[in-house]
């Protein structure tokens, strides 16, 4: 887009001012559009409103369209909506990718999961008290169960350690809270998940209901676990946001002759993340290149 | 290059750009559509690269006693997203006339 050439000048002058409920539109909305975009959404909105109440329809479609552009507030509701677009797509761009994003995600669909538990429960008290009964079998579970997803990854872990020198000291403590973060509230968001499907069963049928909710929780754990380590090794090793634009490169069949894979780049060029097609002796895992390192 | 699978209101919108019509309440008066779907869907072309945008001269306003204002243009991309959608949609042709100079 074309910077706006008076975008230092605002108010931005009209032939004839604008009538007062746009105005006031205006002044009101331009607060939700960020800083940066304010003077120049302010400048075409004021220049879209002017033509507005000076038009004349053509002639041709004055009878197709006649009324509804020739209301006085027919632009207000783009006009709120192209300003809270420009908001949310400003948070969008800020937040996509990002560790918070994923922690807040997961930590709605915690949220979303303990809602079902507490009606079936009836009552805070008695979802407590669920919680109190279940707490030491979830505590056990837990253990296990991450002892059990860290030693199956275990290789991965050590390899792409190594290959981390060019790595920040302070992104090396945010990358194991991350991880411990998200390990939590998937544990708790897989058993609150299995809760939701066997609590009303557990009137019907205790120890079924039990076993199904210990089987359903250890699968879902493991999946989440899963998912979580893949998401882990696919972000930037400095800033934790997912990495992007994917590349093929190399062919497969070439292997002995070049490497094959695929490569995923921070958008904020901290770094590249080269993941092999085939496991080769001399490329086993997925290595993090730094920018500026000599690899 | 792989065309971008547009809504039937952005495939509108588009398509009234192809034809010349080149502002909001533009577009808004062709269409039909309200302002609430024509601004933020040119945002969103606009930020998918399928149009651009640029200011029209001052000087040209200011004879006309009226400000400037802000011009969409269709980029080869959105030509290209157009086409694929005038396959897809094949009453759109139909719904937008040309603008007559």
């Not at chain 1, 400003?90 to 949220?111: E, K």
């Not at chain 1, 069949?253 to 958008?267: D, K, P, Y």
Request: proline letters at 6%.
């Amino acid at each position: 887009m074309t910077q706006c050439p008076h975008s230092l000048h605002a108010p931005h002058s009209l032939p004839t001012p604008l009538p007062p409920f746009d105005r006031k539109l205006l002044r009101l909305m331009r607060l939700a559009v960020p800083a940066a975009e304010r003077d120049e959404w302010l400048r075409s909105w004021q220049a879209e409103l002017w033509h507005q109440h000076h038009h004349t329809p053509p002639v041709s479609l004055s009878t197709s369209f006649p009324t509804s552009l020739m209301k006085p507030h027919a632009l207000a509701s783009g006009l709120i909506q192209d300003a809270l677009w420009l908001r949310t797509e400003s948070w969008r761009q800020a937040l996509a990718g990002t560790a918070t994003l994923c922690l807040a995600t997961l930590l709605l669909l915690l949220a979303i999961t303990i809602l079902p538990a507490l009606v079936t429960a009836g009552s805070w008290k008695a979802f407590a008290a669920f919680l109190a009964h279940n707490e030491q079998r979830f505590a056990i579970e837990t253990l296990l169960i991450v002892f059990v997803s860290l030693a199956a990854s275990a290789g991965y872990m050590e390899t792409t350690t190594l290959r981390h020198r060019h790595v920040s000291h302070i992104s090396l403590i945010r990358r194991p809270l991350f991880f411990a973060a998200k390990t939590t509230l998937i544990m708790l968001f897989t058993f609150m998940l299995s809760t939701d499907v066997c609590l009303p069963l557990h009137a019907y049928s205790p120890l079924s209901a039990e076993l199904l909710q210990n089987l359903l929780f250890l699968l879902m754990a493991l999946i989440g676990l899963r998912w979580s380590s893949h998401d882990g090794e696919a972000r930037c090793k400095q800033c934790l946001r997912s990495l992007a634009a994917p590349s093929r490169v190399g062919r497969p069949s070439h292997n002995f002759l070049e490497w094959s894979g695929t490569e995923l780049v921070c958008r904020h060029g901290h770094g590249m993340l080269t993941v092999p097609e085939i496991e080769t002796s001399w490329c086993r895992s997925s290595a993090w290149i730094c920018e500026g390192s000599r690899f | 290059m792989i065309s971008p699978r547009l809504s039937h209101s952005a495939a509108l919108i588009l398509k009234a750009l192809s034809l010349g019509h080149r502002f909001g309440f533009d577009i808004m008066e062709i269409t039909g559509l309200p302002s609430g779907t024509v601004y933020p869907a040119l945002r969103r072309l606009e930020r998918d690269a399928l149009v651009q945008s640029e200011w029209e001269p001052e000087d040209e306003a200011t004879a006309s006693q009226r400000p400037a204002r802000r011009y969409y243009e269709i980029t080869k991309a959105g030509k290209a997203a157009v086409l694929a959608a005038t396959e897809r949609y094949p009453l759109l042709a139909m719904l937008v006339p040309e603008k007559h100079a």
